[in-house]
T-cell receptor
Framework: DTAVSQTPKYLVTQMGNDKSIKCEQNLGHDTMYWYKQDSKKFLKIMFSYNNKELIINETVPNRFSPKSPDKAHLNLHINSLELGDSAVYFC???????????FGPGTRLTVT | AQTVTQSQPEMSVQEAETVTLSCTYDTSENNYYLFWYKQPPSRQMILVIRQEAYKQQNATENRFSVNFQKAAKSFSLKISDSQLGDTAMYFCAFMKPRGGRGATNKLIFGTGTLLAVQP
């Protein structure tokens, strides 16, 4: 049983393209997140949605746009991809008072 | 702003021995949570242990335990009876839980410690 899943796991694309990463959780959680892990393994929050409402929007270029069609899904769309967007993107989810965040397997994005 | 510091980029331990990973943090908050996450070569982020700041008792999960020193803002992870499967990057993380002023539930991570368990 996959708790938090992401598709695709690997994504190789050229500069200037537009791509999306999908995330789904079957834990019944009310909050979902996107984190970016750079080449030095540093993890940083990008976005968070609570009950489909955006509650965290860190300093992220406008080319990144999250979309939450329902509480179980949070997608990340990236326009005009740049070399610096190459990273591993993690989706995570949590439920209210318990606060632990459970992570998906990550999507390794490589922009060439 | 909160910060999390892991001063040991890499560590090595022999199988079956005990190792302690260090983490310090900076915050003016009184109510917060601290976590240790493990990232093995598979890349999956796995929650190892969590500690609520209001609890004086140190959290324990099987072979994993923490030494939480609130006044010193220190949160170290002790791994007992190290196993080859413990080889991974370990991240310390801070969170101001949702519900209070300025709370966002975001995790603030340290830079990680790469632990190698040697046979």
């Amino acid at each position: 049983d996959t708790a938090v899943s992401q598709t695709p796991k690997y994504l190789v694309t050229q500069m200037g393209n537009d791509k999306s990463i999908k995330c789904e959780q079957n834990l019944g959680h009310d909050t979902m997140y996107w984190y970016k892990q750079d080449s030095k393994k540093f993890l940083k929050i990008m976005f968070s949605y609570n009950n489909k409402e955006l509650i965290i929007n860190e300093t992220v270029p406008n080319r990144f746009s999250p979309k939450s069609p329902d509480k179980a899904h949070l997608n990340l769309h990236i326009n005009s991809l740049e070399l610096g967007d190459s990273a591993v993107y993690f989706c995570a989810s949590s439920q209210g008072l318990r606060n632990e965040q459970y992570f998906g397997p990550g999507t390794r994005l490589t922009v060439t | 702003a909160q910060t999390v510091t892991q001063s040991q980029p890499e560590m090595s331990v022999q199988e079956a021995e005990t190792v302690t990973l260090s983490c310090t943090y900076d915050t003016s908050e009184n109510n917060y949570y601290l976590f240790w996450y493990k990232q093995p070569p598979s890349r999956q982020m796995i929650l190892v242990i969590r500690q609520e700041a209001y609890k004086q008792q140190n959290a324990t999960e099987n072979r994993f335990s923490v030494n939480f020193q609130k006044a010193a803002k220190s949160f170290s992870l002790k791994i007992s009876d190290s196993q080859l499967g413990d080889t991974a990057m370990y991240f310390c993380a801070f969170m101001k839980p949702r519900g209070g002023r300025g709370a966002t539930n975001k995790l603030i991570f340290g830079t990680g410690t790469l632990l190698a368990v040697q046979p």
